[in-house]
């Protein structure tokens, strides 16, 4: 079954952290390009940052600095590391794999940053 299912979402406080983790099954992950989106309500979808298959990485200019993007091909995992949350940062996380015209997306996982 092929499928994209995150997790690590939750209620963190200003200045605090999260570790988003994206398990990828039915796929030859290593080829993919993965990346993580986010939407606030109201809001577009945006993304926040991906690493392509050969590992060159791009970030959105609000979160350089702050967040970490990576991949583990040996469990067909990948992650988003993120530290000094602010609350703008708080909508629903969602894990994307892309390779030519194929495109697929997980369920996604809602991150709050409140105090």
């Known amino acids: 079954q092929v499928q994209l299912v995150e997790s690590g979402g939750g209620l963190v406080q200003p200045g605090g952290s999260l570790r988003l983790s994206c398990a990828a099954s039915?796929?030859?992950?290593?080829?993919?390009?993965m990346g993580w989106y986010r939407q606030a309500p109201g809001k577009q979808r945006e993304l926040v940052a991906r690493?392509?298959?050969?590992?060159?990485?791009d970030y959105a200019d609000s979160v350089k600095g702050r967040f970490t993007i990576s991949r583990d091909n040996a469990r067909n995992t990948a992650y988003l590391q993120m530290n000094s949350l602010k609350p703008e940062d708080t909508a629903v996380y969602l894990c994307n794999a892309e390779r030519f015209k194929a495109r697929l997306w997980g369920q996604g996982t809602q991150v709050t940053v409140s105090s």
């Open positions: 039915g796929i030859s992950f290593s080829w993919y390009t």
């Open positions: 690493i392509t298959s050969g590992g060159t990485i």
